[in-house]
């Protein structure tokens, strides 16, 4: 498939990825067992193929846009948090947790890189594992990391934390422990997955999500300094 014109071929993007998200959306709510994200992807894949649009057609005119828009999506994550009742929660019990899940979210995927004997790149692009991607990206450029390979490795952990998560939670019953987890191990696509467990489940990811990227973007950067020093 050809398109006329760069503004064409991104309206067409942005509508095949539109569509693959409403039908997944409505997938996930028949099938409760089917990772959101993963359906959309899969969808997307089967309709360029329908097409024959070539992938690197279709990413080069979408990424810009969906780029631009991710950083608006990443702030626009406070209307849930702002909907959140603290009234009642262990405030200092939830800041620990999410300051353990940061650190160790860097610190534990850094250190299986160095015992792999993974280059010096490579380790410093796992730091940014645990945080979404715009915050990621932002580490990974303050401490030096190469940001294709951050991008990858977050994108990869949202997508296994979010497929996994619901075969993990079975015997759980509460939500707010379940978005928490999702919000703080595959931060956007786990919020995606809480969203679809509940309201609740998705405040708390959203939570997670927000403090752990703004705690891991203020120590990561100090400790990598330090270490480099």
Do not use: C
């Not at 998560?165 to 696509?189: M, N, P, S, T, V």
């Amino acid at each position: 498939m050809s398109f006329d014109s760069v503004f064409t071929a991104t309206l067409a993007a942005i509508l095949l990825t539109l569509a693959a998200h409403v039908i997944a959306r409505v997938l996930a709510r028949k099938l409760s067992w089917l990772p959101m994200v993963i359906t959309a992807l899969g969808l997307v894949l089967v309709f360029l193929f329908i097409l024959q649009w070539d992938y690197n057609h279709y990413y080069s005119v979408a990424k810009p846009v969906f780029d631009h828009l991710l950083g608006y999506v990443t702030v626009l994550l406070a209307v849930p948090l702002a909907a959140m009742n603290f009234k009642g929660l262990p405030i200092k019990k939830l800041t620990l947790i999410v300051v353990i899940a940061s650190m160790v979210g860097a610190l534990l995927p850094m250190s299986l890189a160095y015992l792999l004997s993974l280059s010096h790149d490579t380790i410093l692009a796992f730091a940014t594992r645990s945080v979404t991607t715009p915050i990621g990206l932002s580490v990974a450029d303050l401490i030096k990391a190469p940001l294709a390979m951050a991008n990858l490795i977050i994108i990869v952990s949202g997508l296994l934390g979010g497929t996994l998560a619901r075969f993990l939670f079975r015997g759980i019953d509460d939500d707010r422990a379940k978005g928490l987890a999702l919000g703080l191990a595959a931060h956007a696509f786990g919020t995606v997955e809480a969203w679809q467990i509940s309201h609740t489940a998705g405040r708390y990811a959203a939570f997670g999500l927000a403090v752990n990227g703004l705690v891991t973007a203020v120590w990561v950067p100090v400790f990598i300094s330090a270490l480099s020093g």
